[in-house]
């Protein structure tokens, strides 16, 4: 096929000793994968991201800020490269200079979805795009559902961070206990639809994970990095948690009391909270814890 005689582009089959091992693992690995971009990423077992294509802004912040983290470490980011909490896991670990594998649900010539355009081509430079479809199949429902296999199946364990009772993400922790891999989620409010998903995973035996170094420790600790990346600086971090005080302040108050964007601050706030100095309260508010 020309496809694989093109530069950045291949063909994988169950023969080839390219083809992953950890697929070789699962009850049903795929025949064939179509690779864009680096095969050789297939062989590093990394950690499945994952959540709700309806993401909050701050389920999207947390999935980026631990891709970052994690991909930092070491460890490869996967996920299917959907909108929202997919799309922001492999931000994340780009933005970290790691490595990502985009798992998609059509023929991996085809880009899908549009939005996403930018980063895949990001992903197939820097990282790999793969699919187990035919070139040209177009965006199918019942294919990405199938995907999931692969996502849970190339990783050592997968997190999610954002998803609703129903959402496909459940499938894929589903699949990865199957498969004998690790379940992470992270809990939210109790008053979101989309943390009851996480909630449920976490009743049925799923690690509840705050940080970064949770799955880290699960996985034995195999890199030491800095595990929280720094998105601010100390002088930052200490108007910030000025501004905040010891009573709860709303995000408005504290556009007010530092002049920073919300944007920034919502970054911000998060790399506070995972570092345990900060907790987030109802209604958008924010507590000092330290």
């Not at 000793?17 to 950890?22: E, F, I, N, V």
């Not at 040209?136 to 961070?161: E, K, M």
């Not at 009772?165 to 989620?185: D, K, Y």
């Amino acid at each position: 096929m020309a496809w694989a005689n093109e530069p950045g582009q291949s063909i994988l089959t169950l023969a080839d000793s390219a083809y992953p091992r950890a697929l070789l693992e699962i009850a049903d690995p795929p025949n064939v994968l179509y690779v864009r971009g680096n095969p050789g990423l297939l062989q590093k077992r990394g950690l499945g991201i994952v959540g709700s294509r309806n993401a909050t802004p701050q389920g999207l912040q947390t999935a980026e800020v631990f891709a970052k983290a994690l991909a930092g470490a070491g460890l490869s980011i996967i996920s299917g490269l959907a909108l929202g909490i997919d799309a922001a896991a492999h931000r994340g670990a780009l933005a970290a200079g790691g490595d990502t594998i985009a798992v998609i649900g059509t023929g991996a010539d085809r880009l899908y979805p549009a939005r996403n355009k930018e980063l895949a081509l990001a992903i197939a430079e820097r990282g790999a795009i793969i699919s187990e479809f035919p070139l040209g199949t177009p965006a199918i429902a019942a294919n990405f559902p199938r995907r999931n296999r692969i996502i849970s199946g190339l990783s050592r364990g997968v997190l999610v961070v954002e998803a609703a009772p129903e959402s496909g993400s459940l499938i894929t922790a589903r699949l990865a206990a199957e498969q004998g891999r690790e379940v992470f989620a992270i809990p939210g409010s109790i008053h979101s639809p989309v943390a009851r998903g996480c909630h449920k995973l976490i009743k049925q035996g799923a690690k509840l994970v705050e940080t970064a170094q949770d799955v880290l420790e699960e996985f034995g600790n195999f890199a030491e990095p800095e595990i929280l990346p720094e998105t601010t600086s100390a002088s930052e971090e200490n108007q910030l948690l000025g501004a905040i005080g010891h009573d709860p302040a709303s995000l408005d108050e504290l556009v007010e009391r530092t002049g920073f964007t919300a944007e920034q601050l919502l970054s911000e706030l998060l790399t506070l909270e995972l570092a345990g100095q900060v907790a987030t309260l109802p209604g958008n508010r924010y507590q000092r814890l330290a």
